[in-house]
């Protein structure tokens, strides 16, 4: 029995075609080439070669070490994130509609964050934190959503997934109830900084607050891929995985928390970034396959592919002023994934 | 967790203060401006020269708006302002976000945030603050002799006789899910009313909220401000006088309604001041 388990196991799962590796190839190759052309490309003049050869002024230099290179990583790694947490959360719930928003983390991330915005300054008049006062309240409200969870479904075990989507929701409601209060409360000057926020941006990173955001995304992302297989097995349903000898409680566990403090760590940097969490992983899907040692991976580069080529649009369209990235992101992702569903129904 | 979160402490301490406020730039030659009221101040005290990138609220004097747009001003992007090799950015105090000009800052360009006060002082002190910065004291002097203080003169005298009358008006920004959205306490339209005498009869809340059909009927305004914007979210001034909730206010039935450029009303430059003439005297000659 546990032998025919293991075969069975390894047939679904082991299994990664070699038109897959094509794929996670290319996306690698594109990721890579993105990154090069968006570090290249910007409102300031400045040419990456030049740098190489050490021919450029102390001001290039830091346009490019400290501005335009955090960003382009920033923006890398906000992808990546967003699309292997959708992929993983998709997969966990058995659901083609979740999203990192499901769960209610980037709610309590924006929850955190609106707080600080609104009542921050009344509230922590003489403490310096700056720039570092939204991430770390946006991260704080992230664990906060994910501590309630973990609490109310009795350690995410309690009937289901069905019962977490559905406290996920009411989580999510009641944090949007808070940040309804609010922005009702807030001042004309909160409100427009507000709306800015929930459209997302890249702008304005710095390595200090880069370094921990890459470290906690990083921790994420290697934590995530090993579940692949599990996550396969989930497919066939809970009481089949469990049978096949996956403990699904620590799966549902590590995959929860993982994707929930990367989301965390993106949202907490870069604002509200629609769309890529929720079509990303239906892309990699639409043009691979749907196992998940495929679909992490190719989520994880495909977001990090869109998320760079959205900023660079974001910062050179209307240069010098810039366009927030959520808008860029839609406006990119949805025409190409609608083309791509039409292309898959003709077939 | 713990650990980042002390990581983010540790780094959090490490920031520098910028801005300076109001005393000469070490170079003023290539300005770039990120708010509508300092660049009209700009023209006026001849430095629009020196200007090379203005923002999205800079629409005064038409000709501003030939200059490179640098977007909102509240989501200024870095590269983007560095691109055009400014020795300077002065911007209003909602200017940001402050990650930017901390980036800004570092590469040694001067970041000067000007302070916002809603009253004819605070114009006052605004003009005096960017001439300072730039230089222009001369210039601004001229201003204030030629045009600025003689306006000044008359909105004390009008604004006293506004206040005898007694008064009341509302500022309408537009309409939000179909209720006017109205002026509070500590919002530039508060500022405004209070500079022409009147009284804002709708400010027991704060900033610009919604406000339902009935407490502007409980208001009763006698004069309502609204700007050119505002005024086509409700089509014309008939179709105003004609929304339920303000119908059957005083300032409807008498037609005392205010349109004006919302820019010239609220941004609080000098041009603020002349509106505010205007309307004191429009409201005078209506009620007489």
Same mark, same amino acid.
């Given at each position: ?102 769960? !209610? *983390? ?6 955190? #964050?609106?707080? =600080? +915005?609104? /009542?921050?300054?009344? $509230? ?79 702008? !304005? *990173? ?6 921990? #955001?890459?470290? =906690? +995304?990083? /921790?994420?992302?290697? $934590? ?91 910062? =050179? ?31 | ?288």
């Amino acid at each position: 029995m546990i032998s025919r388990a293991l075969s069975l196991k390894s047939s679904i799962t082991e299994f990664i075609s070699s038109k897959q590796l094509l794929i996670l190839f290319l996306l690698c190759i594109f990721t890579f080439l993105s990154i090069f052309i968006a570090i290249g490309t910007g409102s300031y003049d400045l040419s990456v070669i030049n740098f190489l050869l050490g021919k450029t002024s102390g001001l290039q230099n830091i346009v490019l070490l400290e501005i335009r290179v955090p960003r382009v990583i920033l923006s890398a790694i906000v992808g990546a994130s967003l699309g292997i947490a959708g992929a993983a959360l998709q997969g966990l719930f058995r659901n083609p509609l979740a999203d990192p928003g499901l769960i !209610g *983390v980037s709610a309590g991330a924006a929850l955190g #964050a609106t707080t =600080i +915005i609104v /009542i921050g300054a009344n $509230f922590f008049p003489n403490l310096y934190l700056g720039s570092f006062l939204l991430p770390v309240a946006a991260i704080s409200g992230a664990c906060f959503v994910i501590f309630m969870l973990y609490v109310l479904t009795k350690g995410f075990g309690y009937q289901g997934v069905t019962y977490m989507l559905l406290v996920g929701i009411a989580v999510n409601a009641i944090a949007g109830v808070g940040i309804g209060i609010l922005t009702y409360i807030s001042s004309d000057a909160e409100l427009r900084s507000l709306t800015f926020w929930t459209m997302g941006s890249f702008g !304005g *990173v710095t390595w200090p607050l880069l370094v921990p #955001a890459i470290i =906690i +995304i990083f /921790i994420s992302l290697v $934590f995530l891929i090993p579940n692949a297989r599990k996550l396969d097995l989930l497919q066939l349903g809970e009481p089949e995985a469990y049978r096949l000898g996956i403990d699904v409680q620590r799966v549902k566990l590590s995959i929860i928390f993982t994707s929930a403090s990367a989301v965390g760590a993106s949202v907490a940097l870069s604002g509200m970034i629609g769309f890529v969490g929720l079509v990303v992983p239906h892309l990699v899907r639409l043009i691979g396959g749907v196992n998940h040692k495929y679909l992490l991976p190719g989520s994880a580069l495909m977001g990090a592919c869109l998320m760079i080529i959205a900023d660079l649009f974001s910062r =050179i369209l209307l240069q010098p002023a810039e366009i927030p990235v959520g808008l860029i992101t839609s406006a990119i992702g949805s025409p190409f994934f609608l083309w791509l569903i039409f292309r898959m129904k003709r077939l | 967790m713990k650990y980042i979160l002390t990581l983010f402490m540790a780094f959090s301490f490490q920031q520098q203060v910028f801005a300076v406020e109001c005393s000469a730039a070490s170079d003023a030659t290539r300005v770039t401006v990120a708010g509508g009221s300092i660049t009209e101040i700009m023209y006026m005290i001849d430095a629009e020269d020196s200007i090379i990138a203005v923002d999205l609220t800079s629409n005064f004097p038409e000709r501003a708006r030939s200059h490179p747009q640098i977007g909102y001003v509240r989501a200024l992007s870095a590269e983007g302002i560095l691109s055009l090799d400014p020795t300077i950015i002065i911007g209003e105090n909602d200017m940001g976000p402050p990650a930017v000009l901390e980036q800004i800052n570092r590469t040694g360009v001067e970041v000067a945030i000007v302070p916002e006060e809603h009253s004819v002082l605070g114009v006052k002190a605004k003009v005096k603050c960017i001439a300072e910065i730039v230089n222009k004291k001369i210039e601004a002097e001229r201003l204030f002799e030629e045009k600025l203080d003689p306006a000044i003169n008359k909105l004390e005298i009008a604004s006293q006789k506004v206040l005898e009358k007694n008064t009341k008006a509302i500022f309408i920004l537009g309409l939000q899910s179909g209720s006017p959205l109205i002026g509070g306490m500590d919002t530039s339209a508060n500022g405004l009313i209070e500079m022409i005498g009147a009284k804002n009869v709708l400010s027991s809340f704060e900033g610009w909220k919604p406000v339902s059909t009935e407490s502007i009927l409980m208001a009763e305004p006698d004069v309502i401000l609204i700007s050119n914007r505002g005024l086509s979210a409700f089509g014309d001034v008939e179709s105003l006088r004609q929304h339920p909730a303000l119908a059957l206010t005083p300032a409807a039935k008498n037609n005392n309604i205010i349109a004006m450029d919302g820019m010239a009303m609220l941004g609080f430059g000098p041009r603020t001041i002349f509106s505010a003439l205007n309307i004191a005297n429009d409201i005078l000659d209506i009620n007489d």
